[in-house]
Each structure stands twice: as C-alpha cells, then as structure tokens.
C-alpha cells in the first residue's frame, strides 16, 4: 500500500460448501453444488485476479476457503468428477452455438458459455492441473489474496454449549488450513457471522488474531464502540474483531436495491436444463431424467414478472462496470464523510458477501469486482483497498470491546439455525459432544484401531455440526438430504463411540467409515481434551 | 436440560426426563391436581412459568428483559402453587437489544495484546460461564437412560414443538444462500412459463441429418460440419419465425466431386 488514503476497504468473500463426496453414487446431485462453485465463481474469481495481476494491476482481497470446501478440492475422487462435468458442459455449449445458429438473440450468449467452458477446461486442467488450492495459493504468496479460515465445518458456534466443541471447530480449521495451504491462517470467518462471548477465546488460543461480526454484534458491544463498525475492536482475549458496513452490504446484497437484480443482468433462475427439449438436454441432467440447472442460461432479469428478454452480455458487461463505478463513488462519499468523524484515524469499511454470489447467482459478478479493482487503482487516491492484516499492521491501537452475540443471518441472531424445522438437531448434538469430550478425557493415549475410531467419531460429530443442514432445514428445499446427512453422522458417531466403549473396534466397518467420510486426515480426536493439553 | 437463547427477547429449551425423575414427580404430587410448568427465571430473581407437556420435545420461552442471564426448570405445579422442579438448565445470556450505555473507554495495541490475553482467563462469571456451566447445573442428569431416550427423540425427528414463529418467512438474509438455490430452482424454473397459474410454452426445432462419404469435407450454409465415423451427421437448430435457406454441400476428399442441395423453410405462428 502506498499513499496515505482517506480509509480502507476490505472485501471479504466468504467461500464454502458443505462437504459433500457420494463414491457410492455415479453421479450424485448434490455434488453439482461444487461443480457449479468451481465453474460459475472459483474459477472466474481466480481468472479476475490473474487478469489483474497480468496487467500489474494491485488489489487486495480476502476469502474464506471453509475446510470443507479445501476438502473437496483437494479431492481426487471430486477434482475427477468435475474434469468429467466440464467436458460435458463445453459439449453441451458447442451443441448450442450450433443450435442457435438462426436465433441471433441468443447465439452470442451461447458463444460466451462456450467460451467460458473452454476457458475454465484449460485454466483447471492445464494451468492449474486440477488444483485450484495451487492457484489460490498463488495469489496469496504474491500478498494480493489473504486466504482466512472458517469453523472446521461451517459449525455454527453459539448454539455450542461446550466450549471443548467450539475449540475444536477452531482448532481442526487452522490445522487443516495449514495443512492444505502451507501456512497458518491469521483470520477466521465464523460461519454465518456467528458469535457469542467466549468464542474469542478459542480463537486466540488457535492462534487466529481477527474475525468478523455483523454490524450489530459490535454496535451492541460492551462498552459502546467508539468508531461503530468503521474501526476493529479488541476483545477481551486480544483478537481484532472487524464489522460488517451495512451500507456497502446492502448495494450488493440486497434483492430489490442491490445491483444483482439490475434488468440486465442475466436472471439465474431460466435455464438450459429445464428450457430445453427432453430428449435434447437428456445427456446434460441428471441420468435419471430429473432436470436440473446446466448453467446455460439465456435470459435477462428483465423485470418482476415471468416474461423474460434475451441476456445481452455485452450491454451486461457494461452495466457491471457503470456499478462498479457507482460501488466506488459511493465509498468515496463515505470515507469523505467518516474522515469528517474520525479525526486521527483512518476508517475501514469491511464489505463481507459469500463468494457463490459472484458468478453463480450474480453472474457478472466478478467482471464488477475487476471493474472496481481496475477503478480503485486508476481513477482515485481516497479509497484503497485492503486486507484486515494490514490494517491492523497500520493501525494496531485498538478500543477494548466485548461484542455482542449475533451471526448475519435472518433477524441477526440465531433464528435461521434454531427453530421448530430443525431444533431437534441440538439435543443429538449437544449429546454426541458430551460423550465425545468424556472419551478424549478419558483416552489419553489409545493406539491402534481404537485411535482410529475415536479420531473417526470426532470427524462424524464435525459432519454432523455443518450448520448447512440445519439451514437448508429452515429453507424448506432438499430437506431430506440435510436431515439424512445429520442422522447418519449422527448414528455413524454412535456406532463408533460404541466400538470405542466396548473396546471392540470392529476394522471393516471403521475402514469404510474413513474411507467415505474423509475430511481432515490429520484431525486428532484429543483436540476435545477439556485441559486443553493437546 | 439445556437452554439456549435464541435473540434477544426467545430462549429455546429442550429436556429429557427419566422415567425416575418423573415417578418422584408423581409421589410429591400424591394424586392431587397438577400441571408441568416451565419455569424461567432471570438473573435478578423474577420468574414466569408456562404450562407445558413433560414429554414435549422443546419449547420457546419469550422472555421480559433482554441482555439478561437466565435459567429454567421444568416441574409440577398444584392447584396451590406449589413448584416441584424435576430439573434445572444451564445458565443462558440473551444479547442486548441496545447499546451499552457504558462509554467508558480502554484501547490496546492488538500486537501487544499478551498480557490482555492472560487476564482474561482469570474473567469472572460473564465471559466462558455461561457454556462451562451448561451441564453443572443440572439436579440430574438430563440424560438418565439416554439410549431410549435418544431412541424416542429421534423417531419423533422434527416434531412440532409448542412455538410457532412470528417471523418465519425467510427473509431477505444474506447467510449462504446455496440451499435455499438450489431448492428455488427445483421450484421455480419448470420451464418458461413459470410463474403462472395455467400456461403454455411451445417452441420448434429443425433437425438436419444426412451422411456421405466419411472423409468427404461437408458444410451447412458454409459452415463445415464433423461427420461420424460412419458419415452420418445430425444437426439441430432452433427454428425461429421467418424464411430459412439451408444449404448442404458435400467435397470429396479428392475434390474432384461435389454434392449440394438446398432445403427451403418457412415457418410462421398464429396464435
């Protein structure tokens, strides 16, 4: 960074997926959740970054890579399984340009998905040789990515009662991280934002030095935070704790203002897989006949009713920039504004949005961050962008506040996650953590099979603590696979901790456990101790 | 039994009682008239009972203050008022709903934060208490014969419990959104008449197929085209409204032959 600028601002994407792997099925539905991340957001992210860094264009972001969604890229099985997606898309694609061919209002969209396809076939298997975690490294080394961690399985921490559980969605993130990723993270985004007082405790004791709450978790802090949301605060256990801007959030975030509902924009929703003749899109959906979202998709927002015009990208690329350019003078505005408020100090406006929204549901959503990068560097001084690192770096003098409990969700506290569809989850949660740290209490140093066994346990009880499942509970949609996924981590905890228990480890079927559920090889189950001594 | 505040102004409750607790229950209550009643107290002593079923599977408690710690029971009341609680939760802290009138201030370098971190560990009974004494303060242990227990909560899965929420729409919010995407799409794009009660959506295509030699160079309207193995081939278009000229012609691979013809589409719509 150079320059003295009026503040800073922190763009924080938030990238994660519940671990989903089904060796067991051929081709599995869910799986499609990563495969759309990887070709809609992942790689578009990183192809934006690697234009930027071509053209000696500085920018500074931060991401989340969840531990579940390192997991899977890191996966043989699933990096296989997308080779195999992607070369079907880029069929798929091939065959609508040809399709098209008379219909010229949607034959340019066709060329660009084809293009696109092509693009994200030759940046995964030939650049990156099917490692995006190289790639994203890459921008990390170069200090324009600070890559953070998140809880181990996007566990929602406040509705933990124990802390030995919350330290080990903690503790299990930072060592799978540096595992993956050659280094320790120095943030961490809780999952959903989530917090309550006693969280930073595990989180300085894992070695993370800030986090990220929603707007109000800081406002309604103990005692008033002086600067609001524009400066981190320390809490009581020493970690920076950074809030969410409402304002900047909003301009993205939300459905009716927010630039991703713009006309132009292509509408998420019409698509290819559920548009097309049957027999056609047949070889593109799921081989059982369901149709599904292909990601070709041909048509603009438009407006609120169902009638929809042809996308036009072109007029689309040009209205992400006119938002970028918007983005960036409204954040001009704003430091101008705080400057006037914070004498001595310069503010930070910290912008978090989940990474999936840029690519997959906003579709032009990376050209807009391109956009704003490129503007920020080349048409002004007042705003620069950076990471929560090296603000603190700069500005290390921090108010001590304790913050409040809060996450980002719905009505800003734990209602999403605790509610009559999915509150019957805690009793067995909270029960399966009880007996999981009484049996790392009591095996201080087992061998052999039954090690495995416990250390298999603690990753079933992990799985099981995804807050997705409860989340899609809330949503109404794919309900029986989040209640699937929670019953059988559940049962499968139960099965291990009787093995444990009964001192007879039964070898076949602990094998086929950690052969399906192999999520963080190196977990040791003793990061459940209640003495903390490992 | 465990207790957890949801907001600012709900706790969640939920809690297993043993056949055991339940027959002392009885005996106390020695045949006369009797109800189950949550009891919530909060950090200052005040209470509020609300009549629940033993056996129920949770239940939300709209509480009086927030940013207060509170605690439940659950037990029997009689006609007389008197209380038998058959067990006790841990201690739950419902956040604020407004800001900390405290503006005292103190400020710390984060890089110089060690000494900071130590005294926390010493922190009173505000910080870690409310998850360390999650389990202390129960009278029994909630989870007496947890296997049946277990057995019986999980058949039951997510059976209504006694709330139902004021706001459940889903808003607007901005937590990961991929379940509730993938779920709308199911829903929502059945194709490109959604959104309507009754519709109707009809669309053509041309299909364009031949064969000639397998190494002969063919092309459509100019544009070459892959054969097969066998030099069949099969194209597909979209057929908008208006007048089409496809024009197939085939080179032999020597180039001394060629082949054309030309199919003639008109396609309209009435409606």
């Not at chain 1, 802090?221 to 609001?228: A, M």
């Not at chain 1, 039954?450 to 009880?461: F, G, K, S, V």
């Not at chain 2, 006694?162 to 995407?181: D, E, I, N, V, Y």
Request: some cysteine; hydrophobic content about 40%; glycine content about 8%.
């Amino acid at each position: 960074m150079s320059g003295e600028p009026l503040g800073y601002l922190a763009l924080v994407l938030h990238a994660h997926l519940p671990f989903v792997r089904h060796p067991e099925y051929e081709d599995f539905l869910e799986e499609d959740w990563l495969h759309e991340a990887i070709t809609e957001t992942y790689i578009p992210l990183l192809a934006m970054m690697g234009h930027l860094e071509q053209d000696g264009v500085p920018f500074r972001l931060t991401m989340t890579l969840s531990p579940p969604l390192l997991a899977m890229l890191d996966d043989e099985l699933l990096t296989r399984r997308y080779q195999r997606r992607i070369e079907s898309l880029v069929e798929f694609a091939e065959r609508e340009v040809e399709r098209t061919r008379f219909e010229p209002a949607f034959n340019a969209t066709a060329r660009q998905y084809l293009e696109r396809f092509r693009q994200a076939r030759s940046l995964f298997s030939d650049a990156w040789h099917g490692r995006l975690i190289g790639a994203f490294r890459h921008f990390a080394e170069s200090g324009s990515l600070e890559i953070i961690t998140c809880t181990a399985t996007h566990g929602y921490l406040p509705l933990m009662l124990r802390r030995e559980a919350v330290r080990a969605q903690v503790f299990t993130a930072v060592r799978s991280h540096q595992r993956l990723l050659g280094a320790a993270p120095r943030g961490i985004w809780l999952a959903e934002c989530g917090y309550v007082p006693g969280v930073d405790e595990a989180l300085r004791e894992a070695g993370l030095r800030y986090f990220f709450l929603d707007g109000h978790g800081l406002l309604l802090g103990h005692p008033r935070p002086r600067l609001g949301v524009f400066a981190p605060v320390a809490t009581r256990a020493g970690v920076a704790a950074f809030a969410r801007d409402p304002e900047s959030s909003k301009q993205v975030w939300s459905s009716k203002e927010g630039y991703p509902g713009d006309p132009a924009y292509r509408d998420f929703y019409r698509d290819a897989g559920y548009d097309l003749d049957f027999d056609y899109v047949r070889p593109y959906i799921h081989p059982s006949g369901l149709r599904k979202f292909t990601g070709i998709k041909y048509h603009r927002i438009t407006g609120p009713g169902a009638a929809k015009e042809p996308y036009d990208p072109a007029a689309a690329h040009q209205r992400a920039v006119e938002h970028a350019g918007n983005f960036m003078f409204n954040r001009q505005r704003q430091m101008e504004h705080l400057a006037a408020h914070m004498p001595g100090r310069q503010p930070i406006v910290v912008a978090p949005y989940d990474a999936e929204l840029y690519g997959h549901w906003w579709y032009e959503g990376p050209e807009f961050l391109e956009a704003l990068f490129r503007k920020l560097h080349a048409e002004q001084s007042q705003v620069l962008a950076a990471t929560p690192w090296e603000y603190l770096e700069r500005q290390p003098r921090l108010q001590v506040v304790e913050p409040s409990a809060s996450s980002w969700g719905y009505q800003g506290y734990h209602e999403v996650w605790l509610n009559p569809s999915n509150d019957w989850v805690y009793r067995h949660l909270h029960k399966a953590s009880d007996r999981m740290v009484e049996l790392a209490n009591a095996n201080p140093d087992p061998g052999g099979a039954l090690r495995r066994a416990l250390d298999q346990a603690a990753r079933e009880l992990l799985l099981a603590q995804s807050s997705d499942w409860a989340f899609i509970m809330k949503t109404g949609t794919m309900v029986d696979y989040a209640v699937r996924r929670t019953r059988e981590h559940i049962a499968r905890f139960w099965r291990l901790e009787r093995m444990a228990a009964q001192g007879r480890v039964e070898e076949p079927a602990l094998a086929a456990l950690e052969a399906r559920d192999c999520v963080f090889p190196e977990l040791d189950f003793r990061v459940y101790r209640s003495d903390h001594a490992f | 039994m465990v207790m957890m505040a949801r907001d600012p102004w709900w706790l969640f409750t939920y809690w297993d009682l043993s056949p055991e607790r339940m027959a002392e229950g009885l005996a106390w209550a020695q045949g006369r008239p009797h109800e189950g009643v949550l009891r919530v107290y909060d950090e200052a002593g005040a209470w509020q009972d609300s009549p629940v079923h033993l056996d129920q599977l949770g239940h939300y408690v709209n509480i009086w203050a927030p940013g207060r710690q509170y605690v439940a029971e659950v037990g029997l009341r009689d006609q007389q008022g008197g209380f038998l609680p058959l067990l006790r939760s841990n201690f739950a802290s419902a956040p604020p709903d407004q800001p900390s009138s405290d503006l005292g201030e103190e400020w710390v370098d984060i890089f110089g934060a060690a000494a900071l971190w130590a005294a926390s560990w010493c922190r009173g009974p505000q910080g870690l208490s409310s998850m360390d004494l999650a389990l202390l303060a129960s009278p029994s242990s909630p989870w007496g014969g947890a296997s049946e227990h277990l057995a019986s909560a999980w058949m039951a899965g997510s059976l209504a419990s006694s709330w139902s929420s004021p706001g459940a729409a889903w808003g607007a919010s901005p937590s990961s959104p991929w379940g509730a995407a993938a779920g709308q799409g199911q829903a929502g794009a059945a194709g490109p008449g959604r959104g309507r009660k009754f519709f109707l959506w009809s669309k053509t295509e041309l299909i364009l197929y031949g064969g000639t030699e397998p190494d002969a160079a063919l092309t459509v309207s100019g544009k070459p085209v892959a054969l097969r193995p066998d030099g069949t081939f099969t194209l597909r278009f979209a057929l908008p409204d208006g007048d089409l000229d496809l024009e197939v012609k085939a080179i032999s691979v020597d180039q001394a032959e060629t082949l054309g013809m030309t199919h003639q589409v008109k396609k309209g719509t009435r409606r």
